[in-house]
């Protein structure tokens, strides 16, 4: 991969020494030069990607130098950013702009935002490159050890890097040592460059341990030192504390002399110490030999990186990935692996390298399908899968295949598994932590690799896509600066305005533009650049010939993803000639219409009056259809009566306007209607009294009732019976029947505080809720129907199950009592005790149904407890108390809906009771646990067993339910029996993909 490089001048040393770290820090190539000469000629010699000049140079000034950068042909693609100091620009900026400056940066900048604008400079395709470094850089700043970076510069090395872990132990004033060269920082200390020359002119690793005193913080440590070449020029120096170990060595060293000094008159103290520290040296042993792996891990990442960094194939890549990872000393691994990928469309992994595995291997591995064998399984569950041999899971085989077993390691990614990594273990080899943890290790290295390749190669597609299609299309494509500066023009601007795209690139787009257009072109400018959305204007262009076209423009901004800061704008322009004359045509007809639409207007107010008096009449119909359709609902639903007449009557109560409402039930002994629900304003008097006899003689016979002025109804007293004590909400009313089965069961009536009139219309929807009310009432009636219904059911079965089983069970032993009375009255005590062990056997047996029948009364568990919670309680209260050693074992989690739960615990239920009631069952096991995507109950007993083909033509009642549950939920029932040697219960499900109503199981 190429890396960017930079050119900085800079007259201000302290300010160029700290631009250049950063630079070097975030990767990039840095060169340096103190005043305009040099920076020309560096320019011109090395031909860098971006220039940053400062404003202030002496000598040839900063203007002075873009001019002559600019004015080099082959210097033209450079990018300038001009380093201004100050917040403000100063004055020869403005002039340096004109000579070729693309951008400024006010200077001091935080190191963010600077690298972010440097970054932003730089040509698309490096930056993308840069991000992918960025990655890698990010992986060496967090290595837990301290890192230094020395490049070769001529006979010496100079500090160019470091990470955060070398930073923290120097307490930061590593950065002091920046540029400084390694003959004047170890002048003192020779061992130390040599050590640096000998990795590098051998390019291989080298370690050692030493005594050092750091110059930063002037603390001694003891440090293990290790050096990495990696190539062109840089020694990595690797330092890791062991002064802890060396102050143990020493105090191991002083005890053995104390020791020695004691020896003759405590022997038996020494003999102890002597065992303290032969655990002492194995345990130094074990810290270096845990040493000497984490060295060893840290170089094969390291390689696995540099091969990364390398530019050749991806192919290429994996293979000298997997070398390096069967050839580490500590590994038990065989010299065979592989690495497949995964490929576009995910539905399976290709094998794309191996080493040490044949012809046959790479013909049955080619293609693996995600969830299948090994390898599938690693990817489809991004986690590590291990076989220390060659078991049920490995669905492949091939002809030679030998014993072995492996890790399959997936390559795993943000965006889920690349890929997975295989190496071959000898068969019977034991799994290790340690060495799942250092393969996973490497497979994220891998997944770097693979994204890094395939990121490069789809930027490069995607470049050449864009580029065909741009070059191609109709419209003009363009990009611009943010100043509106062409930065690119497509082909199609020869044909748009008689220009040739490289006429176009560098002019000011404004210079093409129409003056009476140009504020409205300018406040679109200022939109586009303030808000990140896209544009669309039109105005017109000159052509190249001095003709104006009309022109449309669609323009979208291209910021910064770190700072928004608007970097580029693209836009796509079209000719609306043609479509702009058909608009003003378009025009003309509109003003045409306009005078027929004011000759239209007299007569459409006519029609207004009229649509709007039938818009009242169908807002109230539909007003009247929705609340019919709501107390439909309320009706199919659980709610009591009373709510529901409540319900019944606010709505009658709304939608006819009245000012109270009620509901009366008919008292068949007095031949009074008494309320039974009332809403309104006057709820409290009606709720005291009984419908006026005077006005229910009519609803006795089923006959509505409307009083439009109830002061005109009177008795010969002068009184208003109806009126009497309701105060003033009673001046009008309509009444109407309640018909239930036929019958007058009572009556719906509304009250007004003001005399009306009733219409035909009113009193039909006044029935309809009367209608609906009655619908309830017949309703209510029904469910406690229903209800008596299933308690006498109930009770029948109960007595049926009592008198098969308890009761026939208490009769035998009432007859096997009598019968060892007789035979004990005539001395047959052999035959009395036979009798007893039978009655105590039919004893037990009638315990177990009647303790069946009591659990069966419960209300079922599975809502609060689930079918494992459920099933315990069931084996607890039944099984258990019965004498029956019972078990459940659960084994795994998962998710079940509610529904399929329920008809689980019924066959289980089914084939505890066969078990209990026929069997004869003295053990029992349930077990729910899975197999793949399945999930499996099995319930086995050790029962008197039965013969199962003399049940093959259905069974009894019990099999087939159980068959039937099965069949709904998609399962298979298998029932494996023996006569005398007990029967297996297996059910077998798939689990549906939804997760709504679904319940943990966990054991």
């Known amino acids: ?169 120097t307490e930061g004033h590593v950065v002091d040592f920046l540029g400084v060269q390694a003959s004047a920082m ?113 170089s094969v990442l390291n390689a696995l990186l540099r091969i990364s960094m390398e530019d050749i194939p991806l192919t290429t890549q994996l293979e000298r990935a997997l070398d390096e990872i069967l050839s580490i000393p500590w590994l038990p691994v065989l010299p065979q692996g592989a690495v497949f990928l995964r490929g576009e469309d995910r539905e399976e992994v290709a094998l794309q390298v191996s080493r040490g595995l044949g012809p046959a291997f790479q013909k049955a591995c080619a293609r693996v399908e995600p969830g299948h064998c090994l390898c599938g399984r690693a990817v489809s569950r991004a986690e590590i899968q291990f076989a220390s041999s060659v078991d049920e899971r490995h669905e492949t085989h091939y002809d030679g295949m030998l014993p072995h077993g492996h890790y399959c390691v997936p390559i795993l990614a943000a965006a889920g598994a690349l890929g997975v990594l295989v190496v071959y273990v000898d068969e019977g080899h034991a799994w290790d932590a340690e060495e799942e943890g250092f393969l996973g290790a490497v497979a994220t290295t891998l997944a770097g690799m693979i994204e890094r390749k395939w990121g490069e190669d789809a930027l490069r597609d995607s470049e050449r896509r864009y580029r065909l299609l741009a070059e191609n299309a109709t419209d003009m494509i363009s990009r611009h600066s943010p100043e509106g500066r062409y930065r690119y023009a497509s082909p199609a601007c020869r044909a748009l305005l008689g220009y040739e795209p490289s006429e176009l690139v560098g002019r000011d787009a404004y210079d ?76 003309a007809s509109e003003q045409r219409l306009r005078e027929l639409y004011a000759q239209l207007e007299d007569h459409s107010r006519n029609l207004e009056d ?10 109230q119909r539909r007003q009247v259809a929705e609340s019919l359709r709501g107390m439909l609902t309320v009706l199919n639903s659980d709610l009591p009566l009373d709510e529901i007449l409540v319900h019944i009557a606010a709505e009658a109560s709304h939608l006819l306007g009245s000012d109270s409402s009620a509901i009366y039930g008919l008292e068949e002994d007095e031949g009074t209607f008494r309320p039974l629900t009332v809403l309104g304003l006057e709820a409290g008097p009606i709720a005291e009294r009984a419908f006026p006899r005077d006005l229910s003689q009519r609803l006795r016979h089923g006959e509505p009732v409307a009083v439009r002025d109830v002061a005109a109804i009177s008795d010969e007293s002068g009184r208003v019976p109806v009126l009497e004590g309701l105060g003033e909400c009673c001046q009008a009313l309509m009444a109407v029947p309640l018909v239930v089965e036929g019958e007058v069961y009572g009556g719906l009536v509304l009250y007004y505080s003001e005399p009306r009139a009733v219409s035909e219309e009113e009193m039909a929807l006044a029935v309809a809720f009367a209608d609906q009310a009655a619908l309830a009432i017949e309703n209510a009636r029904l469910h406690e129907q229903v209800r008596e219904a299933a308690v006498t059911g109930e009770r029948a079965r109960l007595a049926r199950e009592l008198h098969d089983s308890v009761t026939q069970g208490l009769f035998s032993m009432m007859l096997l009592a009598e019968a060892g009375q ?15 062990s039978r009655l105590g056997e039919m004893s037990q047996q009638s315990l177990k149904e009647m303790r069946l029948l009591v659990h069966e009364l419960r209300p079922l568990a599975l809502e609060s407890l ?108 298998t029932v494996l029996s023996t006569p005398g040697q007990g029967t297996r219960v297996l059910v077998e499900v798939a689990l549906p993909d939804t997760e709504s109503g679904q319940r943990d199981w966990q054991q």
Request: net charge negative.
């Open 866 to 973: 689930g079918l494992v919670g459920a099933l315990q309680q069931r084996l607890d209260a039944v099984e258990a108390r019965a004498g029956v050693e019972a078990r459940l074992l659960v084994e795994g989690t998962v998710h079940v809906p509610a529904s399929m739960e329920k008809e689980l615990y019924r066959i289980a239920e089914q084939a505890l009771n066969n078990a209990l009631k026929h069997a004869s069952a003295t053990a029992v096991t349930t077990r729910i646990y899975f197999e793949g995507e399945r999930l499996k109950l099995e319930i086995v007993d050790n029962g008197s067993g039965f013969d199962p083909q003399a049940i093959a033509s259905g069974g009894g009642q019990g099999l087939v339910s159980m068959r039937e549950r099965t069949a709904e939920m998609g399962g298979v029932l």
């Open 610 to 619: 009229k649509v709007a008096t039938r818009t009242r009449e169908i807002e």
């Open 512 to 587: 093409l533009f129409h003056p009476d257009d140009l504020d409205a072109i300018r406040k679109s400018h200022s939109t586009i650049l303030e808000e990140p959305s896209v544009y669309t204007v039109g105005y017109r262009m000159r052509r190249r010939d001095g003709s104006y076209l009309w022109v449309e423009t669609t323009s979208k901004t291209i910021r910064n993803p770190e700072t928004g800061q608007v970097q580029e704008i693209t836009a796509i322009t079209r000719d609306i000639t043609q479509r702009r004359e058909a608009e003003r045509a378009l025009q």
């Open 822 to 836: 007789r035979l004990a009255g005539a001395g047959n005590l052999e035959r009395v005790r036979t009798y007893l």
């Open 186 to 298: 170890y002048r003192n200390e020779p061992d130390i460059l040599a050590e640096m020359w000998q990795c590098y002119r051998q390019r291989r690793p080298y370690q050692r341990e030493m005594l050092y005193r750091y110059r930063s913080t002037q603390a001694t440590k003891h440090l293990s030192v290790s050096y990495a070449f990696v190539p062109p020029d840089i020694v990595l120096v690797h330092t890791a504390d062991v002064t802890e170990r060396v102050k143990a060595e020493r105090a191991l060293h002083k005890l053995h002399g104390e020791l020695e000094q004691r020896v003759q008159d405590r022997t038996a103290e020494l003999e102890r110490a002597n065992e303290a520290l032969r655990a002492e040296v194995a345990r130094r042993e074990k810290a270096q030999h845990e040493s000497e792996r984490s060295r060893e891990r840290e």
């Open 1 to 169: 991969m190429e890396i960017p490089r930079i050119l900085v001048v800079d007259a201000d040393p302290r300010r160029l020494r700290t631009l250049c770290h950063r630079l070097r820090s975030a990767g990039y190539e840095v060169l340096q030069a103190s005043n305009g000469r040099d920076g020309l000629i560096l320019a011109q010699e090395s031909r860098p990607d971006l220039l940053l000049l400062d404003d202030a140079l002496p000598g040839i000034s900063a203007v002075e130098v873009c001019r002559q950068v600019r004015a080099d042909g082959s210097l033209a693609d450079m990018n300038i950013l001009l380093l201004c100091r100050g917040a403000q620009p100063p004055d020869d900026q403005a002039a340096g702009l004109p000579a070729g400056v693309d951008d400024s940066i006010a200077y001091p900048l935080p190191e963010a935002e600077f690298l972010a604008r440097v970054q932003a400079a730089l040509p698309q395709t490096n930056r993308a490159l840069r991000e992918s470094e960025l990655r890698f850089r990010a992986q060496y700043k967090g290595l837990p050890i301290p890192v230094y970076s020395w490049r070769r510069q001529e006979d010496d090395f100079v500090l160019v890097d470091y990470n955060l872990a070398a930073e923290e132990i």
